[in-house]
């Protein structure tokens, strides 16, 4: 199982874990965890990101609605960037600074258009994919 949280601008955080029964536990880096119980057609639950407790609650969501994913490789460092794209098309995103960034610090993600998977961060076009939160695909 994959999940990915974000807030639009600091916190941001892809979480991996497991499945039992109707419960979901995982976790991600910088201490990230999430603990939640799926059923009737919802997520449930509490996520730690960045030091701060959150409560979510989420419908299950059918394409183009879902989580991307984009990296990009710019002189040598990683660039990251996610997006959470909700039914009525609004969406929030997190771009992740690159891996030798002095400040580890996430931003706003540009917008994701999802009709090509395309985001334009100044010159550079990141190509987004899918994350399917179940298989893993994408991530």
């Not at 879902?66 to 959470?84: D, E, F, H, N, S």
């Not at 706003?108 to 987004?128: F, Y």
Request: glycine share 14%; hydrophobic share 40%.
């Amino acid at each position: 199982m994959i999940a990915y949280v974000c807030n639009g601008s600091t916190v941001e955080a892809w979480l991996k874990g497991t499945v039992d029964g109707n419960r979901l536990v995982m976790t991600g880096k910088n201490h990230a965890r999430l603990s939640a119980t799926y059923g009737y057609g919802k997520v449930s639950g509490d996520v730690v990101a960045h030091g701060t407790d959150y409560s979510f609650s989420v419908p299950v969501v059918s394409k183009p609605s879902g989580l991307y994913r984009a990296t990009a490789v710019v002189r040598g460092a990683t660039i990251k960037a996610g997006w959470i794209v909700l039914p009525d098309g609004s969406q929030v995103g997190s771009l992740e600074p690159a891996s030798d960034s002095s400040d580890p610090s996430a931003t706003g993600a540009p917008e994701l258009d999802v009709a090509t998977g395309t985001a334009r961060a100044g010159d550079l076009v990141l190509q987004a994919v899918p994350v399917d939160g179940v298989t893993g695909s994408g991530f």
